[in-house]
Nanobody
């Protein structure tokens, strides 16, 4: 089992940057495929970015490609999401997720495929 704690959210102007972090407990962090999802008020939770267990494979939602970068530091048990060129439509609660059922190179993009979730961190982008 793993516990996830997100941080790094906040208020930023459009065009600005934020880096989200997701700290994981436990000694088997490298065994988990991980992802970032977000949920805006009145909307369903949506996939933002995912990374394989090894960290060698990534995938992104079309809406964030070229602006967001997901990375995984297995030595620090931490997942990151670097968000650049932020837009008001990026405003949401951002969640990190983890699961260890998948092969080393698999990137998981669906929320129902993850067993473990953090509590979320608010990102607000003003226009």
């Amino acid at each position: 089992q793993v516990q996830l704690v997100e941080s790094g959210g906040g208020l930023v102007q459009a065009g600005g940057s934020l880096r989200l972090s997701c700290a994981a407990s436990g000694r088997t962090f490298s065994s988990y495929a991980m992802g970032w999802f977000r949920q805006a008020p009145g909307k369903e939770r949506e996939f933002v970015a995912g990374i394989s267990r090894s960290g060698g494979n990534t995938d992104y939602a079309d809406s964030v490609k070229g602006r967001f970068t997901i990375s995984k530091d297995n030595a620090k048990n931490t997942l990151y999401l670097q968000m650049n060129s932020l837009r008001p439509e990026d405003t949401a609660v951002y969640y990190c997720a983890a699961d260890r059922r998948y092969q080393t190179t698999v990137v998981v993009t669906t929320s129902y495929s993850y067993d473990y979730w953090g509590q979320g961190t608010q990102v607000t982008v003003s226009s």
